[in-house]
């Protein structure tokens, strides 16, 4: 998109492009679009009003679809008793190291320390133990919208804060494959969320073991790959068998009159996503949002010299802006005085507006708007009979190029059929998402994590496998036992 042709202000620095260093250019782009601050407590993030905006649409469709699938929303508390914490081996041993711990409550020191939810398994399984006696109980699906701590050490806004908003699904069963069918639905709903609202396509499939969730059987995830070749983990489903049910005794009487351990599945989704939207569409002027999950859809900006010019300007620019409210269009007029229309295209562009209609008076004259595109092309001239029809199809057009170009550009980065000297050579430039045979020996996973630093994202789901099932490890040799999908990772 062209530069505004007005004088610059002197804060309207050009961002770090993209290639040069991605990221500082992340952090410039959260800052410029007042996405989230740095907060007074270190590795904590204060997401401000237009971060949260974006949340809240993610969070508005997730909820619809959580619900459509029989989920309810449930709310359990902060606080969990440390002992709870070390009933399931693993999953303490994967969770302790990061965990913050509450020793003192009103000047006392607690007879036993509680933990701040760093997920909630543990205390959710605790209450389904007293709630669920018979089969008649199950399912039991549940999902709850909360913050969680992990104490983490390097943090990025978004990307990794000790602090973080996420949804967490929890669900008991009867049987191994209603738990198995859940896991797989709710990864089936992250994918449909990431490519058809965020226009992020994902790869799906299994984690290995080295990567599984601290407890779980079987981990799967939704992986996307960012516009720096890094692969970025964004949403992830745990069939988590009977562990935790032996752990916290939830038992229910089977219809046969035995008493049966439940099956659970836990999945979450994180403001993590928010970090993902920017790495996917932005560019070097700042933040590109899909209209689905825009704060603001359209931004009108009036365009006039004298006070009379002003008034019949802005007198279209509010009917304007009330009737494509009516037609369910969230818009935003920009009156301000002072600030001339180049300036504030400017910030619009830097927070991603997908569009922008310029209102000028020969467009008041005309019956007519000026439309911008936030995502470039030619600048037209719409009418104002029937702008609320044709916007929505201009966005749905958006929409769906945000997405097509997102695939274009991954597919760019990917590579089949990989040798272990491609393998190195890729990984050593650009890298990116390498599909090869892999033995399923984690020594080789780790030799290869400690020489590229890449890791398996994920053993794909069989509609990304390709199409030859590759014969040989690409690393060692032996008998492949599936194809593997590499890369760097966030
Ligand atoms: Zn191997």
């Not at 610059?8 to 050009?14: F, L, M, P, Y």
């Not at 089936?188 to 799906?204: I, L, Q, S």
């Not at 999945?267 to 560019?283: E, K, P």
């Amino acid at each position: 998109m062209p530069r505004p042709k007005t004088t610059t202000k002197s804060d309207e620095k050009a961002l770090t492009p993209r290639a040069t260093d991605f990221s500082a250019w992340y952090n410039e782009v959260v800052m410029r679009a007042e996405l989230a601050d740095y907060s007074p407590v270190r590795g904590c993030m204060v997401i401000r009003p237009n971060g949260y905006a974006i949340w809240e649409q993610v969070q508005r469709a997730l909820d619809q679809m959580f619900k459509e699938t029989g989920h309810q929303n449930a709310y359990f508390p902060l606080f969990i008793p440390e002992s709870f914490l070390s009933k399931e081996a693993e999953h303490v041993e994967g969770f302790a190291p990061e965990c913050a711990v509450v020793t003192h409550g009103g000047g006392k020191e607690l007879e036993e320390p509680l933990v701040v939810r760093p997920t909630s398994e543990t205390i959710i399984y605790a209450m389904y133990a007293k709630w669920i006696q018979s089969y008649r109980d199950l399912p039991i699906l549940l999902n709850q919208w909360a913050n969680v701590v992990r104490w983490e050490m390097r943090t990025r806004l978004f990307l990794r804060t000790m602090e973080f908003l996420w949804q967490e699904g929890h669900t008991a069963h009867a049987t191994e494959a209603e738990a198995e069918a859940e896991a797989r639905q709710m990864l089936h709903v992250y994918r449909t969320f990431m490519e058809e609202w965020m226009a992020m396509p994902v790869v799906t499939g299994r984690k290995t073991d080295s990567e599984r969730f601290a407890g779980a059987l079987r981990t799967y995830s939704c992986e996307a790959l960012m516009q720096d070749r890094k692969a970025l983990q964004a949403g992830t489903t745990h069939n988590l068998g009977q562990n935790f049910a032996k752990a916290f005794e939830v038992t229910f009487q089977t219809q046969e009159g035995d008493l049966a351990y439940v099956w659970n599945t836990s999945w979450g989704v994180s403001t993590r996503l928010v970090g993902a939207l920017v790495m996917t569409h932005g560019d070097d002027h700042g933040l590109v949002t899909p209209p689905k999950l825009a704060q603001y859809q359209v931004v009108i900006v009036p365009i006039y010299k004298s006070d009379e010019e002003r008034t019949r300007v802005l007198e279209m620019a509010d009917h304007v802006h009330r009737e494509l409210r009516l037609a369910g269009i969230r818009t935003h007029l920009d009156a301000r005085d002072g600030l001339k229309p180049g300036a504030k295209y400017y910030e619009w562009e830097g927070r991603g507006v997908p569009l922008r209609l310029e209102i000028g008076p020969r467009d008041v004259a005309g019956g007519t708007v000026m439309l911008a595109r936030r995502t470039g092309g030619k600048k037209e001239s719409l009418a104002t009979e029937g702008l609320g029809r044709n916007l929505r199809e201009i966005m749905d057009r958006v929409q769906e190029d945000l997405l097509d170009a997102a695939r274009a550009r991954r597919e760019a980065a990917s590579i089949r059929g990989v040798t272990k000297a491609q393998f190195i050579d890729f990984m050593a430039a650009d890298g990116g998402f390498a599909y090869g045979g892999f033995c399923g020996n984690d020594r080789c996973e780790m030799e290869i994590k400690e020489q590229t630093k890449a890791t398996i994202r994920v053993l794909p789901d069989e509609e990304f496998r390709s199409p030859t099932a590759p014969a040989k490890c690409m690393w060692c040799g032996q008998p492949s036992q599936g194809e593997a999908v590499w890369a760097k990772a966030y």
